[in-house]
């Protein structure tokens, strides 16, 4: 359900002449620029990401844009704490899709392999692909862990500690 590849230098190099997917909106948040399919998308992304026991701990804002981007820099922010691996300049990329098939056929663009995954992370591209109603707080920390670990380390951790980070980051999210 949820993964992180440790991608060849073959496959990058194979993949390096595809178009990039067209996206409609944007979004710049402290720590990432947010693509996503239309508005809907955002708001589902949004409902989804309920925050729970976090909830009074994230500045609320006046628009969807605005509250998306204050759970994301809180999430970032929170991993990073949890973790004690701190990235003050970092910057990722997280795309959010409509329905899961755009996330399956994401995947299948970057790796060509069918899977049913509803986020992952791709190191090489450094970005987060997310399925709009399928974003619980803990997949967001989940897949923000593995962007930590991986932006935090010169050289990447290996295929299981990374994972073994990432399950720590969702599992003590809301500690
Ligand atoms: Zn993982």
Known sequence: MKIFLQISALVFFCLSGLPAPVHAEELNTRFAHIQYDDRDALKD???????????????????????????????????????DMYLHN?????????????????????????????????????????????????????????VVAENYFDVSPPPKIHEVLAQYAEKHITD
């Open 45 to 83: 992304f949004n409902y989804a990401l309920y925050m729970g026991r976090l909830k009074n701990r994230v500045k609320t804002g006046d628009t969807i844009e605005e509250e998306v981007a204050a759970k994301i820099d809180f999430i970032v922010g929170r991993v990073m704490q949890v973790l």
């Open 90 to 146: 970092l910057k990722f990329k997280i795309v959010i899709h409509s329905s899961p098939k755009q996330v399956h056929a994401d995947f299948k663009r970057l790796y060509n392999v069918d899977v049913r995954y509803i986020a992952f992370y791709s190191p090489a591209q450094n970005t987060v692909f997310f399925s709009a109603k399928k974003a619980k707080l803990t997949v967001v920390a989940h897949e923000i862990g593995h």
